[in-house]
């Protein structure tokens, strides 16, 4: 098992990636989604929430990541003795026609396919991803974590509904007409997903890369209006039985996972890692379970974490696990004080299993 950070994209930084070393990572998932572009200045401190407006604007649709800028990450980050393990999502710009099936979806497709090539030649063996509509919204920030430290959580079920020209949370048309996205059913999210993966995993097997899907966040059966994917721990095995490509696979987060209503956060780490179908891990802990939560600091909720470890490790797993979101703690650099503790933990976690 190796360690790893996730960084976002303004944190891909030569400074970011020695952090990273320093915390004892060899590993690191970079973010090349701007979630943060057009929002305040100040804003990018730690993970983004966003209000009714969601998280902010999506990148360009015509511009995809580049050769250049893939190679150049692995580079940087090659300079301080780390390897890239992941780029997690994709940008809403580059395939909200597949997401909600609309009139660019096979050029999307295309641009898809293209990145997932570009990753792979840059020797980065995985692409998380998030299939949702609503995706990371609803949430709420406060001094929930231990001490007052500044952490997410969730208090009931946000069905305001989704404007055109926003998916995922993000604005990819400002022009949108007036009105709402439009309801869809859960079958029909599904085949979309299905469809999505049909298209793209025999290019991704080409290419040397995995898909690894996170679940949703917050994991509730809709929000926003909208069906969601994976919010029970038995819908991980409805996607990976969907496609039985090796390159279908699951980025397992553990706070994501135990805040769902059924099952049991363990066994589902204990089921998936059996079946060598994580292809990383994002790990925290949180208090509570849906409709109300509160993250925490990662030795102090509802999850033994020393315990998630040691079955990981039981069960084989081999590959990178990082520090999910992670209170803020009152210093002079909350974000990356937070990082550090959590990093710390883990290393004593990975020595005591
Ligand atoms: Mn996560």
Not at 139 to 163: L, T
Not at 308 to 329: S, T
């Amino acid at each position: 098992m190796k360690l790893g950070l996730g960084l976002y994209r303004h944190a891909l930084s030569p400074e970011n990636f020695r952090f990273a070393r320093q915390c004892g990572c060899t590993h690191i998932v970079a973010h090349l989604v701007d979630y943060f572009k057009g929002a305040p200045a100040g804003a990018s401190g730690d993970q983004p929430t966003g209000g009714a407006d969601g998280w902010g604007y999506a990148g360009s649709a015509d511009a995809l990541w580049t050769q250049r800028e893939l190679d150049g990450l692995v580079k940087q980050a090659a300079a301080e003795g780390l390897q890239i393990a992941a780029v997690e999502n994709f940008d809403p710009a580059h395939w909200y026609d597949i997401l909600l099936d609309g009139p660019r979806r096979s050029d999307q497709i295309e641009g898809i396919k293209t990145i997932i090539e570009r990753v792979g030649r840059a020797g980065i063996p995985c692409i998380g991803y998030n299939f949702s509509l609503a995706g990371v919204a609803g949430r709420i920030r406060g001094p929930f974590a231990r001490g007052g430290a500044e952490a997410v959580g969730v208090e009931g079920c946000d069905q305001s509904p989704i404007p055109h020209g926003m998916v995922w949370n993000m604005i990819y048309d400002v022009h949108a007409p007036e009105g709402n996205m439009a309801s869809i059913s859960v079958a029909e999210l599904w085949r979309r997903v299905g469809a999505f993966l049909d298209d793209v995993l025999p290019t991704a097997r080409r290419a040397g890369v995995v898909l690894a899907l996170h679940p949703d966040d917050p994991p509730f059966a809709t929000l926003r209006g909208t069906p969601r994917l994976v919010y029970q721990p038995e819908l991980y095995q409805k996607l990976l039985d969907l496609n039985s490509d090796p390159g279908n696979q699951l980025e397992f987060c553990v706070g994501s996972v135990a805040e769902m209503t059924e099952g049991d956060v363990l066994e589902a780490v204990d089921r998936f890692s059996r079946q060598g179908k994580i292809a990383y891990v994002h790990l925290r802990n949180v208090r509570g379970k849906v409709p109300s939560y509160r993250e925490t600091f990662i030795d102090d909720g509802d999850v033994d974490i020393i315990r998630v470890m040691a079955i990981l490790k039981r069960n084989g797993f081999n590959g990178v696990v990082i520090p999910d979101h992670a209170p803020q703690l009152t210093c002079g650099a909350p974000w990356h004080a937070g990082m550090a503790y959590a990093l710390g933990y883990m290393q004593a976690a990975l020595r005591t299993i």
